[in-house]
Every structure is written in C-alpha cells, then in structure tokens.
C-alpha cells in the first residue's frame, strides 16, 4: 500500500494517518508544539480507550502524534484507519476540541544550584543572565505535561521561556541524579530516576516522581501542569 493510499483527511488541518509496520497506525496532527495539536492527540486516545477495542493493545502519545498498536489477526489495517477515522470525524472539524485528562497541578519544591544543578552557571552564561534570573524564569511560570518518555516517569515540560533555552551536553552523563531538573533546547524536564542524560541541570527536587508499587507509578501524568517552587534545601 503507497504512503499516499494511507493518509485520510482532506484539508490541511485534517490529521494524516499512515502505516507503522503490520501492527500500527500512526495519526499525525501537526508539525508543531502547541497546547491545541497536544490536546487532540490526548483526547483521541482517550476516546480510543472508551471503545475498548479489543485489536487496539497499546497507545503511544506524543507532542503532536498518537502511535496506535494493533492485533492484526483481531483486525487488518483498513479496518483501524476506518475506526480512526470515524473517531476523528465524530470529534469535529480538526479532531478534538477538549480533553478527559486531569487537569491537576504538582508543584515541586527544588534546590536550584550547587551540587543539585552543576549546569546552572552554564545556563545563566549562556542567557548572558545572573543565576538567580534564571531560576526565577525557570520557577516563575507553569508547564504543560506535554508527554511522557525517555525514561518511565520523565515528563517533557513546554512552556520554557525561550530566554533561557539552551543545548544539551555535548557529551552526555552516565548518570544523573533521581529528581534532577534539567533544560534541553526549548523543554525543561525531569529526571524521575538515576540514568544516564545528556540535558543541563540546574537543580535538583527530593519528590519521588515513580514508584512502580503505587497502582498509578508516576506522581505526573499528560495533561498536568507541574510548577518548580525554589527552596534552600531538601529538609
């Protein structure tokens, strides 16, 4: 099946769905970060999950695209973009509108500086600001959960202030601190376990972000909106 056979949608503002392998479909909102293309791309698996389909058997949502993994022995791929597309169309004219995900707030007391943010001098020198302006930016605003990946639990954050944007680690740490807080580009993030990361930290927060004991493993979840509270220790 050509590319072209598998796209649906009309206009430009119409998602684009395509195949991923024998057993996915992927639907494409956009090209670009907004709270909009993130919403749609939520409320469409939330939709996806009210069905119950038994062919569906995983969702992956990202900042504008929803990867749908299917049974193919429960349905062939015609009949998921025929799903998909009737979801779609039955949301209104560009897909969603509104979304089911929680709208809750976590806010996380952390320790800018020091041995908590090795890299906060780094990003201050590279915004030609103080350190204490940047954590004021950083803290100063709140974040949409636009996702969750990389790690179980990492939460990539939009919403940072382009002043203090900055690259990534030419060279990446084998390990980062549980709790590190760090900026890569356009994002902010945090680290939700030790691992290895290549973002820079400029601080550091004492509240476990994932305990696979708990029925709901990680403290933050899509939708959310995280604010960093500054606070002179871990006590």
Known sequence: MTDSASQTGDGADSPRIVPVGDSAVLIEFGSGITVDLNTQVYSLADRIDSIANPAVTELVPTYRSLLVHYNPLEARYGEMVKLLSELIASSGDTGMSETTVAQNVVELPVVYGGEDGPDLGFVAEHAELSPEEVVAIHSGVGY???????????????????RIACPRLKTPRISVPAGSVGIAEAQTGVYPNASPGGWQIIGRTAIPLFDVKKASPSLITPGAEVRFVPVDSHD
Do not use: C, K, N
């Not at 949409?144 to 382009?162: K, N, Q, S, T, W």
């Open 144 to 162: 949409r959960v636009y996702m969750i990946g990389f790690a179980p639990g990492f939460p990539y954050l939009g919403g940072l202030d382009e």
